[in-house]
């Protein structure tokens, strides 16, 4: 009777524990983000990306519509190929996805030229994609606007001495810097080098800007952008790749580890010695052997 009365008490708990589960399931958030966007261009083409020509005027400081973009993808990037630029007239080829995130992840990797004074622009949140649009043609307050990166190379001229990266916030022609970052010296080159950009942008507003998997800068802004577009802006040779968008937060991966010193393989054994012992050794048995063997056998 004990025992079936352990059995049974046994059975009602498992049932229970099914039901207390069964109950508690439905009240978990089933919602899980999603990964939006990506693109490593590795099919060669650029499909879902739009792209246009501006041009730049330093003089007037004011930009003008000039064409279509000239991109290629037959290296695997989303690369400039073809316009050149100066100084005072540049000459920007752009490219854009629609996207809606105002919080979440922008990862994507750049290649920058070094060309003197020549900017790379990543438009991360844009209400727009044309800036050579007027101001007045485009309806409501506060619209033209977006927060982006500008990677600028060293210069020989008026204003960039180093390479660096600037955070801004662009209203109309106002810029506000939201954090600035030296590459490197005068002398650092971005040629021939791909960087990694991983930048967070959590519910409260923070961003944060990895580069190579190395937090550089750290910004909260609350005001958000009621749509949004992902624009590369580039001169000839630059590129970008691995472009993905996430509506959360992605941790960025951690920065490579440095290489382990490595100590120098020891020494290959020096067997000479040890063979010339038993070489020496082998002829001593053998002239023993051969004298014992005449002695039996005079």
């Known amino acids: 009777m004990f025992v079936k009365h352990r059995r049974l008490t046994t059975l009602l708990v498992a049932i229970a524990l099914l039901l207390v589960l069964s109950l508690q399931l439905p ?3 089933p919602v899980k983000a999603t990964e939006l966007i990506t693109d490593n261009f ?27 973009g000239n991109f290629t993808a037959a290296d695997k990037t989303l690369r400039v190929n073809g316009s050149e630029t100066t100084w005072d007239l540049q000459y920007m080829n752009l490219a854009y996805l629609n996207h ?3 919080y ?26 044309n800036p050579a649009q007027e101001i007045s043609t485009i309806p409501g307050p506060g619209m033209n606007y977006s927060y982006c990166f500008v990677m600028i190379t060293h210069n020989i ?5 180093q390479p660096t990266i600037d955070f801004w916030r662009l209203v109309g022609t106002e810029h506000t810097s939201l954090g600035s970052y030296d590459v490197g010296p005068p002398s650092y080159s971005w040629n021939n080098c791909w960087t990694h950009f991983d930048v967070t942008r959590n519910s409260t507003g923070y961003f944060n800007v990895y580069i190579n998997g190395t937090l550089r800068m750290s910004q909260q802004e609350q005001i958000t952008i009621p749509s949004g577009y992902f624009i590369f802006a580039g001169l000839t040779g630059q590129a970008i790749d691995n472009v993905a968008i996430y509506d959360y937060v992605v941790p960025p991966p ?28 082998e002829l001593i048995v053998i002239i023993v052997l051969v004298i014992l063997y005449f002695r039996r056998h005079p």
């Open 27 to 29: 009240l978990q958030d």
């Open 42 to 68: 590795n099919d060669m083409n650029y499909d879902g990306w739009d792209t246009f020509g501006i041009l730049y005027n330093r003089t007037d400081y004011r930009y003008y519509d000039a064409g279509v």
């Open 100 to 102: 809606s995130v105002n």
């Open 104 to 129: 979440g992840t922008w990862s994507f990797d750049l290649f920058v030229v070094d060309t003197p004074g020549a900017e790379c622009v990543v438009h991360l949140i844009a209400d727009h994609y």
């Open 157 to 161: 001229g008026e204003y960039y001495y």
């Open 254 to 281: 951690p920065p490579p580890e440095p290489p382990e010193p490595t100590e120098p393989p020891p020494p290959p054994l020096d067997f000479t010695l040890p063979l010339i012992a038993v070489s020496a050794i």
